[in-house]
């Protein structure tokens, strides 16, 4: 386990792959750790540095007192690879994730040389739907939101098989602190301007079934950056790499291999 010390807060991070290879970090969606990517980094390319991490409040990383402006989270990220001396990364980030891809890529491109925005958008929701979802799990804890976040996350045909039950599990033992503290992140995150300005290579994945984030606000998200691919994995929800693992890793290979160039 690694520990990155950073301005204000410790991240837990995993690296895998070649150390000297072209590095691609992975940020994971709200309520879920870097296990997010178990399934598909044995099925990627070699010849890269994988890099996962933890957000604040989430895995192994610290859990500091929410709410998390999303600034705080994209400097995280920043921080992260900063403290690893990491340059020409390809960000893949899955639904908060994603919202992360897109203000680091407005903040700091020179970092980067590729994004991909899998299962995001560039506003997600609406505020007043975060607050009643946070004010839901300061009242009830995050259990009680459990069964209808796992309808808008997971395909019906998933729903029912054995590994299901351990991604209900990985949201519910999530800390609550760090799950309203993303929650807040996202209500007050609209990135239409920002993430329109930006000229990086930019993939978008979507999943068929994605209750959290439709295919249609995936596609408009990638369209708004001049040059973007867009990719539709049907049969899957909200996390297409936990359902459809050989299909997102093939369709993120191919994207590593243009990039990199």
């Not at 204000?8 to 290879?21: A, K, N, S, T």
């Not at 920043?78 to 020409?88: K, R, S």
Request: net charge negative; proline share 6%.
């Amino acid at each position: 386990m690694k520990i990155a010390e950073l301005d204000g807060i410790r991240l837990h991070y995993r690296e895998d792959g070649d150390p000297g290879g072209v590095p691609v970090v992975f940020g994971n969606s709200l309520g879920t750790d870097l296990r997010l990517w178990d399934q598909v980094l044995p099925l990627l390319p070699a010849g890269f540095r994988y890099i996962r991490y933890d957000k604040r409040g989430h895995g192994l990383s610290q859990c500091t007192k929410p709410p998390y402006p999303m600034g705080t989270l994209v400097r995280d990220a920043e921080m992260l690879i900063d403290h690893l001396e990491l340059t020409g990364v390809i960000f893949v980030g899955l639904s908060i994730g994603g919202l992360i891809a897109q203000g680091l890529a407005a903040k700091r491109p020179e970092l980067l040389r590729g994004i991909v925005l899998s299962n995001t958008g560039a506003k997600i929701g609406t505020r007043e739907m975060w607050d009643e979802r946070i004010a839901g799990v300061e009242a009830d804890g995050i259990e009680a939101l459990a069964d209808a976040t796992m309808q808008r996350w997971f395909s019906e045909t998933f729903r029912q098989t054995p590994p299901f039950l351990a991604w209900r599990n990985m949201l519910v033992r999530q800390p609550q602190d760090g799950y309203v503290g993303c929650s807040a992140a996202i209500a007050g995150t609209d990135f239409y301007t920002t993430t329109a300005a930006i000229t990086l290579p930019t993939l978008g994945i979507a999943g068929s079934e994605d209750g959290s984030t439709p295919p249609d606000l995936v596609r408009e998200t990638a369209d708004l950056i001049a040059g973007s691919k867009f990719k539709l994995i049907r049969g899957a929800g909200h996390l297409p790499c936990v359902e459809k693992p050989e299909e997102y890793a093939a369709i993120l290979s191919e994207f590593l291999h243009e990039v990199r160039g």
